[in-house]
């Protein structure tokens, strides 16, 4: 009776075959399918003798098709996609806003238009058309940079929710393939075979994979465990959950579950993207537009405060507020001094103090410079700090004050040694154009014993030193008209003039006699002022809080634009808009449009070198993919040649036990 | 095994999604007319792109301050030099003086007092000229040109003295980068000249020059009298408000000094011998106003001795006022011809930063066109083959 036995092997063979062609053209469009393929193998039945007899057909299994160094290599690749896609995607949208090269209002274009709006302001100073269009220039640039700023910080907070969102994701499919995982050890562990199943899971494997860079091992029963990163995910049907979050410095981080243990250094998939996009990308852009803002912020204020507008020096500052008074805690402040000028509105009469800072322990609180200006070295002048530590300049009645860096009309220090019977009035103007504060000492020499009258004794002169160089001599004798200015040097112009207000007649000068100028370049070396906001132009710090004093943008006639003692020049205006192409160590040598050119192109390259490598992967997976569907995917024409052969089949059989029937019917008709 | 459902589907949408992305970077160069529309386009062109840009816009912004400075300077020249200008005005002058250095009106009191208010006429509108304003600005001010730089003092209605009050440093403006230009000069610089000559006394009473180096400008007035008192002549510049005493003998470097300007003449009083009122003219020290006010002020004194050698000495005056304001139109004039020239060089400058920019970024259109009907082919081919692939199978030949 085997034949019978064959016969429905074979039948049931090539049906149980027609099943399996039919599920593989019926999942041929799923995704994550495996083509399925039968294993027939002989059947073993009798031995008569030296004979071996076949049995018909035994089914030895339903194998998924599989080539696992592929399909390892296609999450590899998967997960490099999506950290790329997702950083590409953001740095396009970046590079969207900045809208360089088709925005007429980019950032680029309004740092160019503030800085020739100050030059403009360099033709007129105390023209309020030019003095309201900086106003206008510098508010529209600082608007761009907050609008940079906030759209990056935005995007931050964005990719920080994106990045938990994610993270849940991951969690589930962490949970299902550990499910999964469970399901198909206990079907293979009995020798069954969970095709279906694995297909579920490996899907699951995939998707994990586009969210974050994931290790695969596969292990007995169709088990597979994954790790991400250090962190074994899913061992078998155990796992361990993540959370995202973000570390001490502000870096977005992946840890285990209550862990609080961040990893920002997580690579592969959209959560790796998100990583590297806060942790680096975005951050470095950040980085880089908060320093150009703070670059122009601090360049322009520290010119800023030790100039005046037209109108005038001040009867009244007061500075921002600050989180802290202890001037330690200022980044830019350093131990040096601050210059302040008091004049008397009456009888224009000018005194110059310098305020320590950081010189030693009474000079390192805003209380403590507060009461220095407060105490009896600043005459006319007073100030306090309140509760928000914003310092507070107030001058007294009938006196102004202010920082400028201008000669005062007598020489400094006031103590001089001018020993004639009759000596001369020494008158200093000009505006230094040196870059370093100096004293130029001018010492009368190559005259008689005794006085020397200016314009009158052949050879007198005045050997002129330079913070104690000699620079030049200066005839004073005759050839020269007294009240006549002689260059000093460096922008600075004396005149030695006969006093007749007190009835003398001559400008007596005796060998040795001597004075010094002192010359400013620079009246606050401390920085101090520019960091506690006395007389700035801008407030803030970075691009998020760059904006316009108010006190300036309601009153133009604030602009800083002079330096001169008459307050009517445009040197300290000169200084500002030369800011725009001074190379700033601080931007990397760079001015500060180079360096804002720079970043954008930077981020250009990233763009390109990411969607150059979108494009590069995007191949390789699907050359990948390609290679894969070969081994694993449906092919509806093989499936259809299949379920020829195995139609045949069973017509075969079918045929085949017919025979067996008719000649089993013939056999009994013989009995 | 090739041609399975999914490797048909993954190529046909890869290759589809090529051609889109394709064509859609070529519309958007050909609508834009650009081929870069972002720095990622092409980084390091975009970089030299911002660059010329903000080159292109930094020219732009220096031609309108060389326009601005161009216009200030042809106004400073046309107070100069032009109709009704000061030059003018000065010839005028001259041309009345010498009628009466001429002898026209030598012996005419009327036709003098005529000329004397032609020429006080004349001041008042050199003094309106040298407060000049250009949009509301003064343009001889120096860096101070918010305020008049000539204060007039006058007594009965005249101009008694000039004095300049605007700063003396000028305005510079950046024209051209690292270039600086003045563009407001400082009056004193323009109306003033500043090379000092030895004073010469011009008159009877024996002081000579002293051996000093006298600050007294222009034409001062030396008073001699005699102290009956003292017995001894005294010496006075300002019109007897201090007087110098001289001393027995004389004294060969005498400082008599001007209480109100602390300017100070020095006298070789050693060969007085006269009361009077002497004129010290000291060449190379004459400023426009105070020569005008010295050549009104001196035909008015029909009394004195040597009037004929003052007018002739007053001539010289205004003919060194006058060569100094030819000279200083002609520093006008070539530094507005070089900031013309300068001018055309930055238009060209900025010519040629457009058109870099224009040939880094400008799209080519015909490739675009011939590159854009390319992709079109080859997204129909990629979709007639995918419905070839997807449409036939074995299936449809099975029976």
Redesign the interface.
């Known amino acids: 009776m085997s034949s019978y036995s064959i016969g429905i092997s074979g039948l049931s063979a090539a049906q149980k075959a027609l099943d399996i062609v039919g599920n593989n053209i019926a999942n041929a469009a799923t995704d994550g399918y495996h083509r399925q393929r039968i294993e027939l193998t002989p059947a073993y039945a009798s031995q008569i003798g030296s004979l071996f007899l076949g049995g018909g057909v035994d089914i030895a299994g339903v194998t998924r098709m599989v080539d696992n160094f592929i399909e390892q290599e296609i999450l590899r690749q998967q997960s490099s996609l999506g950290q790329v896609s997702k950083e590409l995607a953001m740095l396009r949208t970046i590079e969207n806003l900045f809208g360089e090269l088709t925005a007429s209002d980019a950032l680029s274009t309004t740092i160019d238009k503030f800085f020739n709006a100050l030059q403009d302001l360099c033709t007129d100073p105390t023209e309020i058309t030019w003095q309201s269009e900086v106003i206008t220039a510098a508010e529209t640039m600082a608007g761009q940079f907050r609008t940079l700023g906030q759209f990056l910080t935005g995007l931050e907070s964005q990719i920080t929710l994106e990045a938990e969102n994610a993270i849940g994701r991951v969690n589930a499919l962490i949970n299902q393939i550990a499910g999964l995982n469970d399901d198909i050890e206990k079907i293979e562990i009995r020798g069954g075979k969970a095709n279906n199943l694995c297909d579920q899971r490996d899907q699951c494997v995939i998707e994990l994979s586009e969210l974050i860079g994931i290790e695969t091992q596969t292990r007995e029963h169709g088990v597979v465990d994954v790790s991400i990163g250090p962190i074994p995910v899913v061992v078998g049907s155990t796992i361990i959950e993540l959370e995202v979050g973000l570390d001490e410095n502000n870096r977005l981080g992946i840890s285990p579950a209550g862990a609080s243990n961040y990893n920002t250094d997580m690579q592969g998939g959209q959560l790796g993207g998100l990583l590297s996009l806060k942790n680096k990308l975005i951050s470095e852009i950040r980085d880089d537009l908060d320093n150009l803002a703070g670059v122009i912020i601090q360049e322009m204020n520290q010119y800023h405060v030790q100039g005046v507008g037209s109108s005038g020096s001040f009867t009244e500052l007061t500075g921002w507020v600050n989180a802290s008074e202890d001037l330690s805690d200022f980044s830019t402040v350093s131990a040096g001094y601050a210059y302040i000028r008091v004049t008397n509105t009456s009888s224009g009469a000018v005194s110059r103090t310098a305020i320590p800072v950081l010189q030693d322990d009474s000079s390192d609180t805003l209380t403590e410079i507060a009461s220095f200006i407060d105490g009896a070295d600043v005459a006319n002048v007073s100030a306090t700090v309140n509760s928000s530590n914003q310092l507070i300049i107030l001058a007294d009645e009938g006196y102004k004050f202010d920082f400028l860096p201008a000669v005062l009309p007598e020489p400094e220090p006031t103590p001089k040694t001018l020993t004639g019977t009759d000596p001369p009035i020494i008158t200093v103007s000009g505006i230094y154009t040196g870059t370093t504060n100096s004293v130029f000492t001018c010492t009368v020499a190559d005259g008689g014993a005794g006085d020397n009258k200016i314009g009158v004794t052949d050879g007198l002169k005045l050997q002129v030193s330079k913070d104690g160089e000699w620079v030049k001599d200066l005839y004073v004798g005759l050839g020269y008209a007294a009240g006549d200015r002689l260059d000093l040097g460096d922008g600075l112009y004396i005149s030695l003039s006969i006093d007749v207000n007190n009835d003398k007649t001559a400008g007596d000068l005796r060998n040795g006699d001597n004075f010094a100028v002192k010359a400013w370049a620079d009246t606050d070396t401390s920085g101090v002022l520019a960091a506690v906001g006395i007389n700035t132009f801008f407030s803030g710090s970075s691009a998020l809080d760059i904006a316009v004093c108010s006190n300036i943008s309601s009153s133009p006639g604030r602009i800083a634009t002079a330096l001169g003692p008459d307050m009517t020049d445009n040197t300290n205006a000169q200084r500002m808009a030369g800011l725009k192409d001074e190379s700033v160590s601080g931007l990397s040598g760079l001015t500060p449009g180079q360096f804002y050119h720079r970043l954008v192109t930077t981020i250009g390259q990233h763009v390109l070198v990411k969607q150059m490598r979108e494009d590069n992967i995007a191949v390789v997976l699907k050359n990948l993919a390609n290679q894969q569907s070969d081994i694993s995917g449906v092919n509806i024409n093989d499936e259809a040649a299949q379920m020829l052969v195995f139609e045949q089949m069973f017509q075969a059989m079918a045929k085949y036990l017919s025979t067996v029937q008719s000649l089993m019917s013939s056999l009994m008709e013989l009995v | ?7 048909i589907y ?2 046909v949408s ?1 290759a589809l999604n090529l051609q889109m992305e394709a064509m859609a970077r070529l519309q958007e160069q050909a609508s834009t007319g ?1 081929r ?6 092409d ?2 062109t ?2 030299r ?3 010329l ?2 080159q292109q ?2 020219l732009e ?2 031609m ?2 060389l326009s ?2 161009i216009s200030i300077l042809d106004l400073s020249s046309h107070v100069l030099e032009g109709q009704g200008g000061m030059i003018q005005a000065l010839v005028t002058a001259k041309t009345s003086l010498t009628q009466v250095t001429g002898g026209i009106f030598a012996e005419d009191p009327e036709g003098r007092e005529t000329i004397t208010r032609g020429i006080n006429e004349i001041l008042e509108q050199i003094v309106s000229l040298a407060n000049t304003k250009y ?3 003064y343009v001889f001010g120096g ?4 305020s008049a730089p000539y204060v007039v003092q006058r007594t009965d209605g005249e101009i008694t003295s000039v004095t300049y009050q605007g ?3 000028n ?4 024209v051209a ?2 270039m ?1 230009t003045s ?1 407001l000069y400082v009056g004193e610089d323009i109306f003033r000249s500043n090379n ?1 000559g030895d004073p010469i006394f011009l008159g009877n009473t024996g002081a000579k020059p002293g ?5 007294v400008r222009g034409d001062t007035w030396l008073t001699v009298t005699f102290n009956d008192v003292s017995g001894q002549y005294e010496l006075s510049i300002d019109d007897g408000a ?1 007087k ?1 005493a001289v001393p027995p003998g004389g004294d060969t ?1 005498q ?5 109100q300007t ?3 003449l ?1 006298v070789d009083s050693t060969q007085i011998n006269s009361t009077g009122v002497e004129m010290v003219r000291v060449p190379g020290t004459y400023d426009v106003f105070n020569t005008l006010i010295s050549i009104r002020d001196t035909l008015r004194k029909t009394d004195l001795p040597n009037a004929d050698e003052l007018q002739t000495n007053l001539l010289n005056s205004l003919d060194e006022v006058h060569k100094l304001l030819v000279q200083n139109t002609v520093v006008l004039g070539s530094k507005t011809g070089f900031l013309e020239n300068l001018k055309d060089s930055l238009q060209k400058l900025k010519y040629d930063a457009e058109d870099e920019v224009t040939r880094l ?1 400008e799209a080519d259109i015909a490739q675009i066109a011939v590159d854009l009907s390319r992709y079109e082919v080859l997204y129909q081919m990629a979709l007639l083959i995918a419905g070839k692939l997807m449409s036939m ?3 449809d030949f ?1 029976r």
């Open positions: 095994m090739s041609g399975t459902l999914s490797s993954n190529n890869f650009s870069i529309n972002r720095a990622s386009d980084p390091s975009a970089f792109v911002l660059g840009n903000s816009r930094s912004n220096y309108d301050n601005q400075a949009t509301g600005h860096s101070n040109s918010t700063s003396y440093e305005r510079d403006v950046e980068p690292g600086m563009v000092r051996t000093g180096t006298s600050s201090t110098v470097n400082a008599v000094t001007d209480s602390g300017r100070v020095y970024e199978s074995l299936l099975i």
